[in-house]
């Protein structure tokens, strides 16, 4: 069987959940089948590996026109393959293509829904109307559907009636036992100063309405002074998010000390001696289809504060691995709370709750490092997608 997985990220040029899915399921899927994967980007070196560099186009083309131009040179080069695999709307354009093209069953992966981010139309202006026009085609006319998370599968069928529930599979993300584990090593502390002997709350994700971020800054005014707090800060998705998230860092950091901010992609080992250092990693997403990065806290033996929405409490267990903050959201899309202030307040109040109990902080890490090497593996993610390829294939 020959698959064609396409998808954006891979590496080395990977900067989400959905880029670090691509390069595991690859990984587990080589042995098992013949996989070629098509990348946006530079040329690779991996075999089987192609890269396509989206179009240059007049100045002010919508960007995602130029991922478009990419997905036509991707759709083409699929002649041959017994199955695509599209993952987000940046390479669902291809996979449809190559599905009314060459007739070959096109599966779905979707690790985020078009409708349910309206705050992408700040980033992407009428290139947010595209995405979403991309993805619905795509879904629709998909010969299965793979949902990160129950949470997400139920968004789905909410999203888009049309889907034949029965085409919609749950493949939970996994997660590399080995790359995330603990690491008591201190580079990343003496790197940017941070004081091993003061608590440490750590956020790590991009700076985009999706992530909260805001929220947990507003939030950190009244954690326990004693604690530091870490924004790992991916790229921000719009110049007016930038500002707003520089203003409340500069804010908060004239009100307490400890406050670090560090921005753009670090090494997997920095990453690692964080999440392990950290005596809590928080995650108050407002829109969380399932949130690999709870994953990665949770193998490096760190307790878990995070938002009771999406797929998150299918990962984090509440009591158990961490504490789950409830929210009542709009439903709009936006995910907005609709009382923020009383989001703010539960999620300092439950962080400052295990700050107060270094023992139940403790138990709740070892639980969490449990839970994730023995419920959570790539290697189970790739045998169900498999599988999936197979009975699209009739092959069950």
């Known amino acids: 069987m020959r698959v064609d997985l396409l998808t954006k990220e891979y590496p080395p040029e990977v900067y989400g959940g959905a880029g670090v899915h691509a390069r595991e399921l690859a990984r587990e899927l080589r042995p098992r089948l013949d996989l070629r994967v098509r990348c946006f980007g530079e040329p690779r070196d991996e075999a089987g590996v192609t890269a396509y560099r989206e179009p240059v186009l007049a100045a002010g083309a919508n960007p995602a026109l130029r991922a478009l131009g990419a997905n036509v040179e991707m759709a083409a080069d699929c002649a041959g393959a017994d199955v695509v695999h599209s993952h987000t709307w940046y390479a669902n354009a291809a996979g449809h293509l190559a599905k009314v093209l060459h007739g070959t069953p096109h599966v779905v992966t979707l690790h985020s829904l078009e409708p349910l981010r309206p705050w992408k139309a700040e980033q992407l202006g009428g290139g947010y109307a595209l995405s979403s026009l991309v993805e619905r085609a795509a879904v629709e006319s998909a010969d299965a559907v793979i949902a990160v998370s129950e949470g997400m599968r139920r968004d789905v069928l909410t999203v888009y009636p049309t889907v034949d529930p029965d085409r919609v599979r ?12 603990p690491d008591r090593g201190t580079e990343a502390l003496d790197r940017f100063g941070i004081d091993p002997a003061r608590p440490i709350v750590l956020f790590v994700g991009r700076v985009t309405r999706q992530k909260g ?14 604690a530091q707090l870490v924004l790992c800060c991916g790229q921000p998705d719009t110049p007016e998010i930038a500002e707003e998230t520089a203003a409340l860092v500069a804010e908060l950091s004239r009100t307490r000390s400890g406050v670090f901010r560090i ?10 001696q964080l999440m392990t250092w950290a005596t809590i990693f928080v995650c108050p997403s407002l829109y969380e289809p399932m949130g690999i990065v709870n994953l990665e806290a949770m193998a490096c033996g760190t307790a878990v504060v995070a938002t009771a929405t999406g797929g998150i409490p299918e990962v984090v267990e509440d009591g158990v691995t961490g504490l789950l903050v409830p929210i009542e959201q709009e439903q709009d899309g936006s995910g907005t709370p609709l009382d923020p202030e009383r989001f703010t307040k539960d999620l300092a109040a439950a962080v400052n709750t295990l700050l107060g109990d270094p023992e139940l902080v403790r138990t709740m890490g070892a639980a969490g490092r449990s839970r994730a090497v023995e419920q ?9 997608t498999h599988e999936i390829y197979r009975s699209v294939l009739g092959r069950d």
Not at 263 to 272: C, F, I, K, Q
């Open 376 to 384: 959570f593996s790539w290697r189970r993610a790739a045998e169900r």
């Open 213 to 226: 971020l805001p929220q947990l800054m507003r939030a950190a005014f009244e954690l326990d002074p004693a």
């Open 170 to 181: 749950v493949v939970h993300n996994g997660i590399d036992p080995t790359a995330y584990r």
């Open 263 to 272: 921005d753009g992609m670090l090494e997997p080992t920095l990453v690692r």
